[in-house]
């Protein structure tokens, strides 16, 4: 049930991104389901891969090369979906920093609501 409700919230998340940001599109929510389980799929797959591969230059930037990685997910995942539109690698960086953000209050709020 979590993870319905997590996917879900994800979704509403996308479309808040696309609200508050103009460099990012989404034309539906079911374009935002599909595109928050894609995001989903490439952070637990590609994302732990390309942070080992990337591990020097993230411990030089002090980690900060993880938002650069966190917006090639973003990308990517607009890449290979038609529901969403990123208008370049800037509104990537950009829109996944919202996400972050709001994906961090996602687990803040369902922490509270589901307590272990």
Do not use: D
Request: glycine share 6%; no cysteine.
């Amino acid at each position: 049930m979590k993870l319905i409700i997590k996917w879900i919230f994800s979704a509403a998340a996308l479309l808040a991104v696309a609200y508050l940001y103009s460099g990012v599109t989404v034309t539906s929510f079911p374009a935002a389901l599909l595109a928050a389980a894609v995001l989903g799929a490439l952070n637990a797959v590609v994302r732990p891969i390309l942070v080992l591969l990337t591990l020097p230059v993230t411990l030089v930037t002090l980690g900060l090369f993880l938002f650069v990685i966190n917006a090639l997910m973003f990308w990517a995942a607009a890449s290979l979906l038609s529901g969403l539109q990123v208008t370049g690698f800037v509104a990537a960086l950009i829109g996944s920093l919202i996400y972050s953000v709001l994906q961090l209050a996602i687990e803040f709020f369902l922490e509270r609501l589901f307590p272990k």
